[in-house]
């Protein structure tokens, strides 16, 4: 019988190493030399000691993790879908009050798991379960509580709830970790407040400057900043946001698909391997104000007619060169129904499996964009049009994410605890995948073994009120997850001399 | 010699009919049987005793004219775009702090002038100069002091500043009109606040039902209505708005085309003899927000790839049909750089010299934009394009202005007024026109006669910032509206019983 967490003095729990006493008022079956999780001959069991038997009886508790999920949404709940309570999605902006309100949430509960958290330069919270060599970085499970302003309820905020119901295990069970272990909560993941996403995890690779975050503008109205933000909800840590000062041993996500290839294959888990390309870019446009009733067409430079047809060009360039083309932001100026506008910024979101794709469709929007601009016929896009004055470009590279590949250890100890968990339906119910989106991983991989575990949601919807993941699917990547973690806590063990050139594991 | 306006005793002004005293301070010269205006036989001139010549004689001041755009356009200054003292544009949106502002300025002017101010129930002033016959309509000139929130010094503002320099040298010169006379300032002319344009003059007219307008949502950020703003400014007049409450024997409003025809054709006075058709659609297209890393381009029901066909599309059928096709607003949801967007609304103009056109446009737009939003090939709008899911349409007339003719004897008036400003050179420098743009002129012409003078602004640009018209074209177009108005207050006395079949008239 597992002891809920909350009957566990956190002041005990919070001592390392071995020191832990396990309170007299559990049930102790005497089995010696045989361990279990509800009977043990020991106080207490060490990752390296379980068997794949004794691994696998470990489980997640997935209504304790859907009552995490639903609490935490009641902190900027969104739109309504559906009938029931927890049917609304969520709009919870990176640094907002309800995301504080959702941080001291996550800070509260993993402390009174017996985590020390540390909250960085950035943000980003790091909450640490001492192991046995508390040394040496801990192994982490991670993702971000902030959400797109017409999200929903499973994306980023699954990875984060299940890393706090990993701890939850590990304390019901008495497991203590040859290394520590954490789970963080990274900041403005999404980058719809702050137009870079995954800008903290970015920051702390050392693939962002610190300072270009801090001075990140909201996007809406548009008044702070990152810093400004970071200051005023007491979020603006003292530990410098970077690899160095705060490293880690690995980083493993779990996260929903946001895609509909798991659910159309009848798939549990997607054993994600790496990452697609992106880059962002902003497009300006700029032409002129003049009267809609009194500027003939040719006398007009119509910002927003050209923009029409370069992101009308952009998806042409896609679908010709298999790759994504999206435009997700679009203003204009001035903004009045009898003024052809005069300019127009809009966002441009470029994706491929590889980077040569991205390369050669960044080529092809380079030289393309000014030449329609100008009134030239590339693809049909000045067809049956009157030709105007030209407007002018400019193209900002504003993130460019090159392909990335996950850490084979890492996939390694996802496959196995998929098997484990999934048993004989394992290679029926699981798929190797690349990630459309962008996740934090991204950037721990560049300073650490990463990979992350994908769940089925409905529809391949998200970033939409109506996003869901069905509850044994979160329990089933939660438990995935779990196993990937200790597993890897073993491995680091096994390796520790074999590891000599990963700087972080040993 | 005129007498500074400002010398004038407004008690002793707002007296109407023939007991006004000249001051004894001014010249006279004894040119007995010979009337001017810097010396006259009597203290008073009235418009039916004026010959050609003596008419011709009566000028406006120039720099008094610009000293009064410029004073104005210190409430509201908007964007420079040259060096010079004025050279700013303007934002100055109806029923804002700088509008009111604008309002107290016309209102005190014209009062200190000798008029009374009549303040109707849509904020439109009626600043009224009493004649002869007060029993009747006064004949006015009018225009609008709102601006685009990115307009310039003379869409407007020279209309209603050329009629307060009506009544200055109507005053300098002890004009006494037959019938009263007045300058009106319409509200919101230019519903870049509150999304209907000329929608004072509308519902005085009986066009727009007065409950309509008052609860118009103002664009950005669209809390308050023309209502509670007309209300907080202190300008929800007791008087109603309606021609029938508050008649006018005729309108004349003078306006800079907005457009490059007189400059083009090196003209200085367009006589217009009416306006074009327009009308305003808001078209919503609704999608599903879906992410874009994680979406193929198949499983996209993207609005705003859509919205952008659509605005290409109706281009192309304005460059097909000799129309016009303007999209001034676009907003999105959710707005966030890696989210399909799912909503997408704009505004749609389109605008001809016909119904006919206008019709052959609507039924084209209503036949073709749901076809292209479900992935049909109309006019090469999906060619090589991925087939996506279908978007849901919706289109709504939000304005229909038919085509507009204006009243032979107002444009005979501004004919005439024109050939005695430009002497030997009116042919040359005159042209009859069309408006593009709609004015308050079209809501007047239904229920009085009505014209309009246009004068040429630079390169055609307005609704802009750079919007530019010479000193001596403002001058000269208001020259020819004093004119104007004093001939059909002549023409309204000589008619008096052949008119008897025009009710504002007589």
């Known amino acids: 019988m597992a002891l809920?967490?909350?009957?566990?003095?956190?002041?005990?729990?919070?001592?390392?190493?071995?020191?832990?006493i396990r309170p007299c008022t559990l049930r102790r079956i005497a089995s010696i030399g045989e361990r279990s999780f509800s009977a043990s001959s020991r106080w207490q069991l060490h990752t390296k000691e379980l068997t794949e038997e004794l691994l696998g009886s470990l489980k997640v508790n997935q209504s304790r993790l859907m009552e995490d999920i639903h609490h935490t949404c009641q902190w900027g709940t969104g739109l309504r879908w559906g009938s029931a309570r927890t049917e609304t999605g969520m709009s919870r902006l990176s640094l907002t009050d309800a995301?504080?309100?959702?941080?001291?949430?996550?800070i509260g509960t993993t402390q009174a798991l017996g985590c020390k958290t540390t909250i960085d330069s950035m943000g980003n919270i790091f909450a640490v379960r001492p192991g046995i060599r508390n040394d040496k970085p801990?192994?982490?499970v991670g993702s971000h509580l902030d959400t797109q302003p017409s999200g929903g309820r499973y994306d980023g905020i699954l990875g984060v709830t299940a890393g706090v119901e990993m701890l939850k295990v590990l304390a019901d069970n008495w497991v203590e970790t040859e290394y520590p272990v954490g789970v963080v909560n990274w900041t403005n993941e999404e980058g719809a407040r702050f137009p870079i996403s995954m800008v903290s995890s970015g920051v702390w690779s050392g693939s962002i400057p610190e300072e270009t975050a801090h001075n990140l503008r909201e996007v809406h109205p548009g008044n702070a900043t990152m810093a400004s933000e970071l200051s005023r909800i007491g979020y603006l840590g003292q530990t410098p946001c970077s690899y160095e000062s705060f490293p880690m041993a690995a980083h493993f996500e779990l996260h929903i698909e946001q895609g509909p290839l798991l659910e159309m294959s009848n798939k549990k888990i997607g054993i994600v391997t790496g990452v697609q390309v992106y880059r962002w870019f902003t497009i300006k446009v700029i032409g002129r104000d003049t009267h809609t009733g009194t500027t003939d067409l040719k006398s007009r430079a119509d910002a927003l007619l050209t923009a029409s047809k370069l992101v009308l060009h952009s998806h042409r360039l896609a679908t010709a060169n298999s790759a994504l083309a999206s435009t997700g932001i679009l203003t204009l100026k001035p903004g009045s129904p009898n003024t052809v506008p005069g300019e127009v910024t809009f966002s441009l979101d470029i994706r491929a499996p590889t980077d040569s794709t991205v390369e050669t469709m960044t080529q092809l929007i380079e030289s393309d964009f000014p030449k329609i601009a100008a009134g030239e016929n590339v693809l049909g896009s000045n067809e049956n049009c009157t030709s105007g004055l030209p407007c002018d470009i400019t193209i900002t590279l504003d993130s460019d994410s090159p392909a990335t590949t996950f850490h084979p250890d890492c996939i390694s100890a996802v496959t196995r605890s998929a098997q484990s968990a999934l048993g004989e339906d394992a290679k029926a119910l699981t798929m190797e995948m690349t990630s459309g989106a962008g996740h934090d991983s991204v950037y721990t991989s560049k300073r650490c073994p990463t990979s992350m575990i994908f769940v089925p949601c409905r529809e391949g919807v998200?970033?939409?009120?109506?996003e869901f993941c069905k509850e044994e699917d979160c329990a089933l990547g939660a438990q995935v997850l779990l196993q990937s973690l200790l597993r890897f806590d073993r491995i680091r063990d096994e390796r520790r001399v074999t590891w000599k050139q990963e700087p972080y594991i040993l």
Chains 1, 2 share one sequence.
């Open 4 to 20: 809920p967490a909350r009957r566990l003095p956190s002041a005990t729990l919070r001592l390392a190493g071995k020191s832990w």
């Open 99 to 106: 995301d504080k309100q959702a941080r001291e949430w996550f």
């Open 138 to 140: 801990p192994t982490f």
């Open 462 to 466: 998200s970033h939409n009120p109506a």
